[in-house]
């Protein structure tokens, strides 16, 4: 069974740029999350998708940060513009359903400089 | 909100000692509880997890952890590390946040195993 895969692995970009992330989850699962794993830190819940909808976004910064997921299968995260403090991985999780277990994908490494 | 602690951010030991490792969480009502494992390089993987019935639940990797509902504890056990246990650990509790269940981790504890 493939696992979530996510693109890129890693970007550098200068502050006040913007990045996007892309990731597949495993194929079936309905329900989506990125989180974000400043270092030194657990992973923190940006957003949940189920299907192509937002289930909780509370914790996502919506004056730059915005995710989709159009189709209700992969899914796209943005920041714009970028700041330093958003250096960080950017992880992709998939799962059944909201208590199941979540899988996830290898992150995406986001250096701001 | 609930939040979960781990008191140990670094452990460092050899070959064959036994290791716990804390966590501690908040919420007081019904939780799902894991522990997932990041190996250099890799991507998180769960360890293992309880839902309910035994409170000791035993993982990959002769791995095991105790879930002490009264402590809010969920502590993770090995009665013997490897070299190869090196990695980070992180506890995580999926507990209902308004309309949807959402998990939270701790910090994560950073275990070195000398060979």
Not at chain 1, 30 to 56: E, R, S
Not at chain 2, 88 to 111: D, H, I, K, M, W
């Amino acid at each position: 069974e493939a696992g979530v895969a996510q693109s890129p692995r890693y970007k550098i970009i200068e502050k006040r740029q913007s990045v996007a992330f892309w990731c597949n989850p495993i194929s079936g699962h309905a329900t989506l999350y990125w989180y974000q794993q400043i270092l030194g830190q657990g992973p923190k819940l940006l957003i949940q998708f189920q299907n192509n909808g937002v289930v909780d976004d509370s914790q996502l910064p919506k004056d730059r940060f915005s995710a989709e997921r159009l189709k209700g299968v992969d899914s796209t995260l943005k920041i714009q513009p970028a700041k330093l403090e958003d250096s960080a991985v950017y992880l992709c999780a998939s799962t059944w359903g909201g208590m199941q277990t979540q899988y996830f994908g290898p992150g995406t490494r986001l250096l701001v400089l | 909100a609930q939040s979960v602690s781990q008191h140990n951010h670094h452990v460092i030991l050899s070959e064959a000692a036994s290791l716990e490792l804390g966590c501690n969480y908040s919420y007081g009502g019904t939780v799902n509880l894991f522990w997932y494992v990041q190996y250099p390089g890799q991507h998180l993987q769960l360890l293992l997890k309880y839902f309910s019935g035994d409170p000791l639940v035993k993982g990959i990797k002769g791995f095991e952890a105790e879930f002490i509902k009264s402590k809010f504890s969920f502590n993770l056990r090995k009665p013997s590390v490897q070299w190869s246990d090196t990695a980070e650990y992180f506890c995580a509790v999926n507990a209902p946040r308004g309309s949807a269940r959402q998990l939270t981790f701790g910090s994560g504890t950073q275990l070195t195993v000398l060979p």
